[in-house]
């Protein structure tokens, strides 16, 4: 890969160091996720409640991205990816209570078998497209949801797998809420990054020009089949990796984390957020999670208003929250030029281009 084919926000600078130094917002909001643990513990507040609420997001942050890459760059909608998230969790567990292999020998085990069974349910599901494209994912991850119920012996049955042992690393607890917070931060961090640099690159050119037009695609001679397969194995691979987390700061799987409501969460963040972006569905995660916990705890039917709140997201905000920054963040640029007396709009141009990083890098 030369440098042209990297974000030029990361490459002319020489990293994400110099970038978030570059860009005063992004470094603040970094600032406050490393001191997130110790401002609710100190705040007297219930710093638990908090910390698992952080953890979630995060967890499920990297699941949404997996499904943006998948849906939002390569326009493949699919109703099973609870098939991933929900194999990764059960994959540890399993691994741990019928082969007895610890959580960390158990990792690189199931992210091989995840691959696997992402190259499988891909090649069959991508002969199909469209509707029927999302109704065979849907059909992969409801039989999955079906053996889990009936092999009892090895998955629990409805009960699932509890008390999953996670042992120590370097004498820390992997499932203390604090080290637990930083361990998923981490990975959602460097999921995000990652993700960045696949979708700014030539194969994530091609995946979304795929999306935009599939047959002008195949008429440039690329095999539009190849891209896409690899889109929907690597989705299911980090999707797969959210679910191997989430026993972190749960210690147990049971068969929801496999059923289409899942899928249809996951689907609801990336919409809500802002699909095609990376980061809105990280904002619309967090909104969701929030609004889902608040919810619960006030009615009962709060699956209900969360049908409500995200029917009036698809009318009046179809690009989610991200549509809504950026379209908020253009009025403040445009206000900003009309302030600076002949300024050809520097400042304003940094402005709109730190909430669309995409368009910096297809300039």
């Known amino acids: 890969m030369n440098e042209g084919n990297i974000p030029q926000s990361v490459a002319k600078d020489g990293g994400i160091v110099a970038e978030l130094r570059s860009s005063p917002w992004k470094l603040g909001i970094v600032a406050v996720l490393i001191a997130f643990p110790f401002v609710v513990t100190s705040a007297f507040i219930d710093a638990g409640f908090w910390l698992l609420f952080a953890i979630e997001v995060f967890v499920f942050g990297i699941a949404v991205l997996s499904y ?6 390569t326009g493949l909608l699919t109703f099973g990816h609870a098939l991933f998230f929900g194999g990764g969790a059960y994959g540890i567990a399993i691994m741990a209570h019928v082969y007895d292999l610890t ?10 078998l995840l691959f696997v069974l992402g190259l499988v349910v891909g090649v069959a599901a991508l002969q199909l497209s469209g509707v029927y494209f999302a109704i065979i994912t849907l059909a992969f991850a409801q039989l999955a949801h079906e053996l889990i119920l009936q092999f009892n012996g090895i998955t629990g049955g409805v009960n699932g797998i509890y008390s999953i042992t996670i042992p120590d690393v370097a004498g820390f607890s992997l499932t203390e809420p604090i080290v637990t917070y930083y361990v998923t931060l981490a990975a959602c961090f460097a999921v995000y990054l990652a993700l960045r640099r696949v979708t700014a690159s030539p194969f994530g050119r091609v995946i979304q020009g795929i999306r935009e037009n599939e047959e002008r695609i195949e008429m440039l001679g690329i095999n539009t089949f190849r891209y896409k397969l690899s889109s929907f194995v690597l989705a299911g691979v980090i999707g797969g990796f959210a679910g191997m987390l989430y026993p972190l700061f749960i210690t147990f799987v049971s068969p929801p984390l496999a059923n289409w409501t899942t899928t249809g969460d996951l689907l609801m963040m990336t919409l809500i957020g802002g699909f095609g972006t990376l980061w809105g569905p990280l904002l619309g995660t967090g909104f969701y999670v929030l609004l889902e916990t608040v919810l619960s705890g006030v009615i009962e039917q709060w699956r209900l208003l969360m049908g409500v709140i995200f029917v009036l997201f698809v009318l009046f905000l179809p690009s989610g929250i991200a549509g809504l920054l ?8 445009a206000q900003l030029r009309t302030m600076i007396p ?6 304003s141009l940094d402005m709109e281009r730190n909430l669309n990083p995409e368009e910096e890098e297809h300039e």
């Not at 943006?68 to 760059?73: A, K, P």
């Not at 959580?103 to 091989?112: H, N, R």
């Open 103 to 112: 959580y960390l020998e158990a990792f690189p085990v199931v992210l091989v």
């Open 68 to 73: 943006d890459l998948m849906f939002g760059y």
């Open 342 to 347: 002949g300024g050809s709009d520097d400042a």
């Open 326 to 333: 950026q379209g908020e963040l253009s009025t403040a640029a």
